[in-house]
């Protein structure tokens, strides 16, 4: 039992270029969702899903696409990365009843240059 | 949507001394709330959780209260250790939404001094 697992665990992009982060769990969980984390401002929603084929938005969701087309995949797509999006990102899962403890990836470090 | 305050954005205290960290929530439809501990990079882990028709709940050396009227809830740390120093996260979680929409707050960077 992996859990929650990210990949890549760090990523430098040039403004501009497009990358997808990856996130699977094993755990069966229905809601997946990305944070991003930046110095004083603690963990912000991007978009989230509550099962295969539905996803809606976070806090912060401009720049960003996400699709859910299986229960263990929820990847995350900069098209067109810029240097706001230097950030550390979180992938976490839970199960889909509200109240449920959040597993959260070991996160990924990426640098938009 | 829900707003997380959390207070002090820094702590220092000497190791046995407590530590108490704030949290004041928004929205009245919040029912769950979750404290968790990260340390330096690594990611976050929950520690103790609270539901609203709770008080207070208690683990060992770590305890949450809830004032539902007030809208705050609080961690409690007894007897700090070195190990115990790391950012913590409080977050609140809606009844009604759609999914588990945790919002969190700022984080506080505690540091216990040996």
């Known amino acids: 039992n992996a859990g929650v697992t990210q990949t890549p665990k760090f990523q430098v992009l040039k403004t501009g270029q497009s990358m997808t982060l990856q996130c699977a769990q094993d755990m069966n969980h229905e809601y997946m969702s990305w944070y991003r984390q930046d110095p004083g401002m603690g963990l912000r929603l991007i978009h989230y899903s509550v099962g295969a084929g539905i996803t809606d938005q976070g806090e912060v969701p401009n720049g960003y696409n996400v699709s859910r087309s299986t229960t263990e995949d929820f990847p995350l797509r900069l098209l067109s990365a810029a240097p706001s999006q230097t950030s550390v990102y979180f992938c976490a899962s839970s199960w889909a009843s509200r109240g449920e403890k959040l597993f959260f990836g070991s996160g990924t470090q990426l640098s938009v240059l | 949507g829900e707003n997380v305050e959390q207070h002090p954005s820094t702590l220092s205290v000497q190791e046995g001394d407590s530590a108490v960290i704030k949290c004041t929530y928004s929205d009245s439809a919040s029912n769950y709330f979750p404290w968790y501990k990260q340390e330096l990079g690594k990611r976050p882990q929950l520690i103790i959780d609270?539901?609203?028709?709770?008080g207070e709940k208690k683990d060992q050396r770590i305890a949450v209260t809830l004032n539902k009227t007030a809208k705050h809830f609080s961690l409690h740390i007894t007897e700090t250790q070195p190990e115990d120093s790391a950012v913590y996260f409080c977050a609140a979680s809606p009844m009604g939404r759609s999914g588990n929409q945790f919002y969190f707050g700022t984080g506080t960077s505690l540091t216990v001094i040996p």
């Open positions: 609270i539901r609203s028709n709770v």
